[in-house]
């Protein structure tokens, strides 16, 4: 059963930056990948971000040059690295994890099976 912990979510002013962490209990990195999703009040929850076993990681077209997605397989634990944060970026992020599917030619990460209890961000302009 994989357990997922968010946190590092907060309050910052347009323009600043934040690390999301996202802690994992019984999940393999060798097996399994990990994806950001976010959601606002009163909107559908989007994917932000997500990374696959060896690395090739993909981001929503909102986020791209903004955010950056890492993993640190010995802690086991995904990050989100979010600089130039906007208003529209307030949300709150959730954490998945998911199995890695080839798709036209391409690895991706899907089937989010095990989520996370959430984090806030909020920016303010």
């Known amino acids: 059963q994989v357990q997922l912990v968010e946190s590092g979510g907060g309050s910052v002013e347009a323009g600043g930056s934040l690390r999301l962490s996202c802690a994992a209990s019984?999940?393999?990195?060798?097996?399994?990948?990990m994806g950001w999703f976010r959601q606002a009040p009163g909107k559908e929850r989007e994917g932000v971000a997500s990374?696959?076993?060896?690395?090739?990681?993909t981001y929503a077209d909102s986020v791209k040059g903004r955010f950056t997605i890492s993993e640190d397989n010995a802690k086991n634990t995904v990050y989100l690295q979010m600089n130039s944060l906007k208003s529209e970026d307030t949300a709150m992020y959730y954490c998945?994890?998911?199995?890695?599917?080839?798709?036209?030619?391409?690895?991706?990460?899907?089937?989010?099976?095990?989520w996370g209890q959430g984090t806030q961000v909020t920016v303010s302009s």
């Open positions: 998945a994890a998911g199995t890695p599917r080839l798709r036209m030619y391409r690895w991706i990460c899907d089937d989010f099976a095990y």
């Open positions: 019984g999940y393999d990195y060798r097996r399994n990948c």
């Open positions: 990374i696959v076993p060896g690395g090739t990681s």
